[in-house]
Nanobody, 117 residues
Framework: VQLQASGGGVVQAGGSLSLTCAAS????????MGWYRRAPGKERELVAS???????YYTNIAEGRFTISADNAKNMVYLQMTSLTPEDTAVYYC????????????WGQGTLVTVSS
């Protein structure tokens, strides 16, 4: 199974970007899909998550600025980001994790978001 994240790039502060994560197989069933990020010199951290049932969780990073969504039929997860600041500069990773049997935990390769001031 592969997760392909895309949509990163360079944007000016205050701008917007939309990230997409595509799974190569049907792995969203009874799973939680999440976007994480790792800023330079920092640990990887959760940005937002969505379950296959549609329950959404936003961390303080994302609250009010980012929107996570998923299309289970297409095996796609999205992260729409607005009001970006230089502090949002990071490599963004998508993750699909299933905690019930059969369990799995897949990571995408990451897509770089650079926000210039």
């Amino acid at each position: 199974v592969q997760l392909q994240a895309s949509g990163g790039g360079v944007v000016q502060a205050g701008g917007s970007l939309s990230l997409t994560c595509a799974a190569s197989a049907t792995i969203f069933r009874a799973a939680t899909m999440g976007w994480y990020r790792r800023a330079p010199g920092k640990e990887r951290e959760l940005v937002a998550s969505i379950t296959s049932g549609g329950t959404i969780y936003y961390t303080n990073i994302a609250e009010g600025r980012f929107t996570i969504s998923a299309d289970n039929a297409k095996n796609m997860v999205y992260l729409q980001m607005t009001s970006l600041t230089p502090e949002d500069t990071a490599v963004y990773y998508c993750n699909v994790r299933r905690s019930v049997l059969p369990r799995w935990n897949y990571w995408g390769q990451g897509t770089l978001v650079t926000v210039s001031s």
